[in-house]
């Protein structure tokens, strides 16, 4: 059984991958109506094996209405005119979701900004005040 490595931190078997092979619509001529083209590929989150719990709840959330309600995520590629071209696109994707999935959220350290910040703010808003009360109409005496 092959493994494919997405990053140093997960790596799935070939055999969950699955790929089937459908026509493609839009330009293309006659190759469009003849050939299958277009691939979707399926990759099941929740049966995955080589998947920590963690990375399959981002994956989850990444996936959006491309996740089904068992599990299963689908990806349809479709925009090349050659069954290749498309494999590849489509398993790119599904590379690209599993790598953003497998990173680490990094968490946001709340700081205050400082008095002189505060102070610059202020300042800065009132000099804007003051240009912008210059721009009124001129007052007749």
Do not use: C, W
């Amino acid at each position: 059984m092959a493994k494919i490595r997405i990053n140093e931190r997960v790596e799935i078997d070939e055999a969950e991958l699955e790929e089937t092979f459908i026509q493609a619509g839009g330009p293309g001529g006659q190759n469009v109506n003849k050939v299958a083209t277009a691939v979707q590929l399926r990759f099941d989150v929740a049966g995955a094996s080589s998947l920590t719990p963690t990375v399959k709840r981002r994956l989850a959330s990444l996936a959006g209405r491309r996740l089904s309600a068992s599990g299963t995520l689908t990806i349809t590629a479709r925009e090349h005119r050659s069954q290749q071209l498309n494999r590849e696109a489509a398993r790119g994707r599904l590379f690209e979701l599993l790598d953003q999935a497998s990173k680490p959220v990094k968490h946001r350290v709340k700081t205050k900004p400082s008095q002189a910040a505060k102070r610059k703010r202020l300042n800065t808003k009132t000099k804007r005040g003051d240009v912008k009360k210059l721009r009124g109409k001129p007052k007749l005496d």
